[in-house]
């Protein structure tokens, strides 16, 4: 087991970069016979994990449960609207967002040491894990599939601008893209850009418009559609 990146690999060789397919919303482009390959070697994986007992079925599959039912990404967007809303918590989130983030009492394994990331319109700020799969999991929850997959951690480091539009976002040539490597050491997480039109929301609703994808930076937050 690494110490450098946590449990959550997805390891790979360096030969798998290049023959990584072009779309890095790699999710909704796998073969059934890919998710049969991806899926047996995981329930392989298990199987040694749990033979060799190193760890417990049971254990593990209410800790899947946890992330999957209880904690998502809507931890992250009370924490963006926090921000949007308090001027003085968002000085304490870019300063210390470990922190920032614990005073709303969200914390946790793989969040120890949490970076915010703020968007403006001068900076777009994208985050990935080049050699793994690290994420901040009590913000966000478990990281999609695509985050994970070579063709974005690749693809993303050398060319952020075209994955982005593969997304949906065109950030200007005038804006800075700076792509932060998340690492077992340090989570990144993109405080994005309020969007305009809301300027009358409270804090609640404001936490109901962050999508997961925009505090990894793939995505705006967009205006809701009755407000434009
Ligand atoms: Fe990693």
Redesign the pocket.
Known sequence: MSTS??F??EHDHDHDRHNAPPDPRLEHHLSPEQVHLLTERVEKIEALLVGKGFVDLATLEKFAATYENDIGPLNGARVVAKAWTDSAYKQRLLANATAAIAELGISGMQGEHMVVVENTPAIHNVVV?T????YPWPVLGLPPTWSKMPAYRSRVAIDPRGVLREFGVEVPDASEVRVWD???EIRYMVLPERPPGTEHFGEEELATLVPRDAMIGVAKVQTPATER
């Open positions: 990146h946590d959550d690999h894990c050699l793994c799969s690290c998340s690492s077992a």
